[in-house]
């Protein structure tokens, strides 16, 4: 199976990864990774300069060169790049609000990390369709962060509520944690115009969604 490109260059690429696919071999050991495929549909190395968790989809840039990726790695060090993410929360959020609040690192040392959000919609008066843009890059940084609220991320089977996922598996068809990467700006490597490229939600979370009383509309 190959993985859609939402944006192709000559010394990189932006794919759109689904849910369940991870970036690159991890301590599963799996060899069926986005690297792999995009390497074997590309005919080429590629260099992988962010990372989304397995369970979350959307926008992934990808270089297929080593100075293309350092230029890159330089952009997200230098707080260059702006993620905006969609996610499905348990309970109601009301107003837009920022999560500062540090993150324990592999390490066991606790680092910043500051996650800004605001609602988008509510359905059921139960769960809210939220944007995220995490200002900070920390491993499991917005899952961590809605738990913090007690507004854990539906089908988040680590930071999750068990109960809420086995609800929404069982009503709406919801088999995937719900956080889509929709949208990420960064300067481009070699003019240094500032490029957005957008995801559109897939269907194994927009069709959840739509069951659960949410407006297609919004389900961009």
Do not use: C
């Not at 490109?5 to 301590?27: I, Q, T, Y």
């Not at 369709?129 to 854990?152: C, D, E, F, N």
């Not at 956080?179 to 990420?184: E, G, M, N, P, S």
């Not at 960064?186 to 559109?200: D, K, Q, S």
Request: aromatic fraction near 6%; glycine fraction near 6%; hydrophobic fraction near 40%.
């Amino acid at each position: 199976m190959t993985v859609d490109l939402l944006l192709r260059e000559p010394n990189f690429v932006v794919a759109n990864k689904p849910s369940g696919l991870s970036v690159h071999r991890g301590w599963d050991a799996s060899r069926d990774t986005v690297m792999s495929r995009l390497r074997d549909e590309l005919g080429t190395w590629v260099y992988p300069v962010h990372r989304l968790d397995r369970a979350t989809s959307g926008a992934l840039v990808v270089a297929l060169d080593p100075d293309t990726a350092s230029r890159f790695s330089e952009s997200f060090r230098d707080g260059l790049v702006r993620k905006e993410y969609v996610a499905l929360v348990r309970g109601t959020i009301r107003e837009a609000g920022t999560i500062d609040h540090p993150v324990l690192l592999e390490s066991g040392e606790r680092a910043d990390a500051i996650t800004d959000y605001e609602p988008i919609a509510i359905a059921r008066d139960r769960y809210t369709l939220v944007r995220v843009w995490p200002r900070t890059g920390r491993a499991h940084q917005i899952r961590r962060h809605m738990k913090h609220l007690s507004r854990h991320i539906l089908g988040d089977t680590t930071y999750g509520d068990g109960r809420e996922n086995r609800k929404l598996r069982e009503e709406v068809g919801l088999h995937r944690m719900a956080l889509h990467a929709r949208a990420i700006a960064l300067p481009h490597p070699e003019t240094g115009v500032v490029i957005e490229v957008l995801a559109p939600m897939p269907e194994d979370l927009r069709a959840p969604l739509i069951a659960l009383g949410f407006d297609p509309a919004i389900l961009i």
